[in-house]
């Protein structure tokens, strides 16, 4: 029985800044799933602010090593997607609110 819960990965993941932004992943709208079988394995479905993002390999490792960092986590994997694509109005309204005084 897995007590993973997707609060507890979410909470992981906003330890996550984005470097560019200085936001978290979670509070920028990134991630868009986590799915946890039963033996623990954590699937994480995100994508990022651009394709062309230069920090696309550091980004999806620091996202697996903080799911990781949860007891009893199984194995993760972290998934990015294109679709749908991102924009400034999944983020949460403070980002929202910051970002667009810029």
Known sequence: ????????????????????????????????????????NVHVVMTLSTQGCPLHQMITTWVKEAVERIEGVGEVEVEVVWEPAWNISMADEHVKNTLNGL
Do not use: H
């Open 1 to 40: 029985m897995c007590d993973l819960t997707k609060e507890m990965v979410y909470d992981a993941i906003s330890t996550v800044i984005d470097p560019e932004v200085g936001f978290n992943l979670v509070e920028m709208g990134l991630i868009y799933d986590v799915i946890i079988d039963e033996n623990c």
